[in-house]
């Protein structure tokens, strides 16, 4: 099997970059998946693969990762960016899915 | 663009068999490639994947429902569904079914529905 792992909380400053981070073991084969989640919405994707946005999603939203760890990317944090960020990926076996506990982000 | 749409009863006693259909509209669940899931979320909580059924027919389960999931597809209605049994209040969430999109070294949801209540309780 196989976990991963959110912060549950992050806060940025209007404006500014904010690193969302997402730990596990399964990421050292597989890219991990973003996806934002406001009140009462569905899940929406903003990152998939390497480093690849749906149709839609702005560009100050990016995905990096180095090892165990997957990084999603805000530059220049804007208020309609606070919501809940969840990464997803395969597990180690390569079957299953797993998700990361969610980071709530808050812009002050 | 594809659409997803869940239905079914949005209330079911303690010990019974949650069903849930998903409708797939403006695409083919029978295209080559994909998955289609399903995936709750309790209140306040994160999201859990149920698990997901290949256009192949494959099924895959989360280990901790495994032993009370079914998941099925019909593909003359264009529609998926699933089936939880022996639910209990722990199994109360917002469950949404979405479309899995991958290659060997990703795997992502891209098209979700909007998500249906299930409460458990008697």
């Known amino acids: 099997s196989s976990e991963l792992t959110q912060d549950p909380a992050v806060s940025v400053a209007l404006g500014q970059t904010v690193r969302i981070t997402c730990q596990g073991d399964s990421l050292r084969s597989y890219y991990a998946s973003w996806y934002q989640q406001k009140p009462g919405q569905a899940p929406v994707l903003v990152i998939y693969?390497?480093?690849n946005r749906p149709s839609g999603i702005p560009d100050r939203f990016s995905g990096s990762s180095s090892g165990n760890t997957a990084s999603l990317t805000i530059t220049g944090a804007q208020a309609e960016d606070e919501a809940d960020y969840y990464c997803?990926?395969?597990?180690?076996?390569?079957?299953?899915?797993?998700f990361g506990g969610g980071t709530k982000l808050t812009v002050l | 663009q594809l659409q997803l749409q869940e239905s079914g009863s949005g209330l079911v006693k303690p010990s019974q068999t949650l069903s849930l259909t998903c409708a797939v509209s403006g695409g083919s669940i029978s295209s080559g490639g994909y998955s289609w899931s399903w995936i709750r979320q309790p209140p306040g909580k994160g999201l859990e994947w149920i698990g997901y059924?290949?256009?192949?027919?494959?099924?895959y389960y989360n280990p901790s429902l495994k032993s009370r999931v079914t998941i099925s597809v019909d593909r003359s209605k264009n529609q998926f569904s699933l089936k939880l049994s022996s639910v209990t209040a722990a199994d109360t969430a917002v469950y949404y079914c979405?479309?899995?999109?991958?290659?060997?070294?990703?795997?992502?949801?891209?098209?979700w529905g909007q998500g249906t209540l299930v409460t458990v309780s008697s």
């Open positions: 693969g390497k480093n």
């Open positions: 059924i290949y256009h192949s027919g494959s099924t």
């Open positions: 997803n990926s395969r597990d180690s076996s390569g079957n299953l899915v797993v």
């Open positions: 979405a479309r899995g999109d991958g290659d060997y070294d990703r795997y992502y949801f891209d098209y």
